[in-house]
């Protein structure tokens, strides 16, 4: 899945690539199937493994303009971009079991792009001295910059709530599922920020 503009969508070839494996003499072959949601997919089930829709189907669906069909694979490199939000509920729910919880993915997709070192907190808590003359310890430093570059992404998405109600499907914004990402970035970049939406 990815973004067109503001557009949540997923290609042609996520919905139609089957990653089921194939039998060779007897034993399952998972050379051409991918990994999905970080797990190898001999782990996964078959409906999980098995492509979102048939061609034939994306292809009726699309003549008919029952999908909306953001951007064409025309050109060199180019590939077919579908919005999730107009398939049916049918294949939104396949994409969901095959790659994922969106709503929580849009959130940290958006804050993953979003987060960077914060270059002036850096710079703060490197030339901060105390009273006596001590610098900050370098750990500290790292932590601290770290805190605020996740406090900058935050303030970036809190401004950028119109943009958090369309990826929601025009419903409010959830700033507990937005803490929930913040804790994904816990783990991901070791901030000591409290991710209790309430603090």
């Not at 025009?170 to 507990?176: E, L, S, Y």
Request: proline share 5%; charged share 25%; net charge positive.
């Amino acid at each position: 899945m990815e973004y067109y503009g503001k557009i949540l969508c997923i290609s042609y070839n996520d919905l139609t690539y089957d990653d089921r494996p194939v039998m060779v003499n007897g034993k399952a072959d998972y050379s051409r199937s991918r990994t999905l949601k970080g797990v190898h997919p001999s782990t996964l089930s078959e409906e999980e493994l098995a492509p979102i829709m048939s061609i034939p189907n994306y292809k009726k669906l699309a003549a008919k303009e029952k999908i909306n069909v953001v951007r064409s694979g025309r050109g060199l490199g180019g590939y077919v971009l579908v919005e999730i939000a107009t398939m049916p509920l049918r294949f939104q729910e396949r994409i969901k079991l095959k790659y994922g919880d969106m709503k929580e993915d849009v959130i940290r997709n958006w804050l993953g792009s979003h987060y960077h070192i914060d270059a002036k907190a850096r710079e703060f808590y490197t030339r901060f001295r105390f009273d006596n003359g001590d610098t900050l310890p370098p750990e500290h430093i790292q932590e601290y910059t770290v805190n605020a570059s996740v406090i900058e992404a935050v303030m970036r998405a809190m401004e950028d709530a119109t943009f958090m109600r369309k990826a929601m499907k025009a419903g409010p914004v959830n700033w507990g599922e937005l803490a929930g990402a913040i804790s994904y970035y816990q783990a991901e970049f070791g901030h000591t920020l409290p991710v209790s939406s309430n603090r």
